[in-house]
């Protein structure tokens, strides 16, 4: 047995010890979206350094817990605070939480963050459908010796976010009358933001938003066989798009305005996912 799985273990023998629940989804919360997490029935919370061995979140705005509890009668666990590579953990350590929370039965992985905006269409308050990614940019958490217990060695990564979940939250925010752009997400280490010659490189290579995160978590859960689905706050332009300097608080600032209808959205996609899950 791995070290590696061996901490994974450890975590959640810990948890269990404390809380038994079992989810169907787990949902992460971006930057400025953790407020979501206080609307659903909850049944548990618990905070990371509650876990022996768990990576804290230190960004300001992340509340650091995990949510157990229900979105309209689907038992989800919510991670209210994500850790990042920037505050400098090491890459294992990142995803230790999704791994974690599939460990806890969680079949469905919902990404969420919030990006800056690298589509010439987008403008900030938009959200954005992920519909594929680039993680080039940040160390792979696979790198070391394979967690055999998780996944192969060499996972295959052509639909890391799957069609179906996609065809789901699409049909969901055209029922709802919400706007939903769609496209690429590119993770950068951060935590500064990227320079305007950077954004240009993106474009280039083919990405609509980019962040300082949730690329790498999708790759260690689809490792282990999670199904993942994603949705992207588009909190800001760019580098290079606008001329106004870029900042935490603007990230929050938007956030916070279009956080009534993400609510709307991330809960009725919930319910559908869930509802096809049970179909099939």
Same mark, same amino acid.
């Given at each position: 047995?791995?070290?590696?799985?061996?901490?994974?273990?450890? $975590?959640? +023998?810990?948890?269990?010890?404390?809380? &038994?629940?079992? =989810?169907?989804?787990? @949902?992460? @919360?971006?930057?400025?979206?953790?407020?979501?997490?206080?609307?659903?029935?909850?049944?548990?919370?618990?905070?990371?350094?509650?876990?022996?061995?768990? =990576?804290?979140?230190?960004?300001?705005?992340?509340?650091?817990?995990?949510?157990?509890?229900?979105?309209?009668?689907?038992?989800?666990?919510?991670?209210?605070?994500?850790?990042?590579?920037?505050?400098?953990?090491?890459?294992?350590?990142?995803?230790?939480?999704?791994? @974690?929370?599939?460990?806890?039965?969680?079949?469905?992985?919902?990404?969420? +963050?919030?990006?800056?905006?690298?589509?010439?269409?987008?403008?900030?308050? &938009?959200?954005?459908?992920?519909?594929?990614?680039?993680?080039?940019?940040?160390?792979?958490?696979?790198?070391?010796?394979?967690?055999?217990?998780?996944?192969?060695?060499?996972?295959?990564?052509?639909?890391?976010?799957?069609?179906? @979940?996609?065809?789901?939250?699409?049909?969901?925010?055209?029922?709802?009358?919400?706007?939903?752009?769609?496209?690429?997400?590119?993770?950068?280490?951060? *935590?500064?933001?990227?320079? *305007?010659?950077?954004?240009?490189?993106?474009?280039?290579?083919?990405?609509?938003?980019?962040?300082?995160?949730?690329? $790498?978590?999708?790759?260690?859960? +689809?490792?282990?066989?999670?199904?993942?689905?994603?949705?992207? $706050?588009?909190? +800001?332009?760019? $580098?290079?798009?606008?001329?106004?300097?870029?900042?935490?608080?603007?990230?929050?600032?938007?956030?916070?305005?279009?956080? =009534?209808?993400?609510?709307?959205?991330?809960?009725?996609?919930?319910?559908?996912? &869930?509802?096809?899950?049970?179909?099939?």
């Amino acid at each position: 047995m791995s070290s590696s799985y061996e901490l994974l273990q450890r $975590c959640y +023998n810990s948890v269990r010890e404390k809380i &038994d629940f079992k =989810p169907q989804i787990a @949902l992460v @919360l971006g930057s400025g979206l953790g407020d979501y997490a206080e609307g659903i029935q909850i049944q548990a919370t618990l905070d990371y350094h509650e876990i022996e061995g768990f =990576p804290v979140s230190t960004v300001m705005g992340h509340k650091g817990r995990f949510i157990f509890g229900y979105v309209k009668g689907v038992p989800v666990v919510i991670m209210q605070g994500r850790v990042h590579y920037y505050e400098g953990y090491s890459m294992e350590q990142v995803v230790l939480p999704i791994r @974690l929370m599939g460990q806890m039965g969680a079949k469905v992985l919902f990404l969420t +963050n919030a990006s800056g905006g690298i589509n010439w269409d987008f403008q900030a308050g &938009d959200f954005m459908l992920i519909t594929g990614q680039i993680a080039s940019f940040v160390p792979s958490p696979l790198i070391g010796p394979n967690i055999e217990e998780l996944g192969v060695r060499f996972p295959d990564m052509s639909e890391i976010y799957r069609k179906d @979940l996609q065809n789901i939250i699409r049909d969901t925010a055209k029922r709802l009358g919400i706007l939903l752009k769609e496209g690429t997400y590119i993770q950068f280490t951060g *935590p500064a933001y990227e320079s *305007p010659e950077e954004i240009r490189m993106a474009r280039a290579l083919g990405a609509d938003a980019v962040g300082m995160s949730t690329a $790498c978590e999708a790759v260690a859960a +689809n490792h282990m066989g999670m199904k993942i689905c994603g949705i992207s $706050c588009v909190t +800001n332009l760019a $580098c290079g798009i606008t001329d106004q300097p870029l900042t935490h608080a603007e990230v929050k600032e938007t956030a916070d305005r279009v956080a =009534p209808l993400f609510k709307q959205l991330v809960t009725e996609s919930i319910v559908m996912i &869930d509802q096809e899950m049970k179909r099939g």
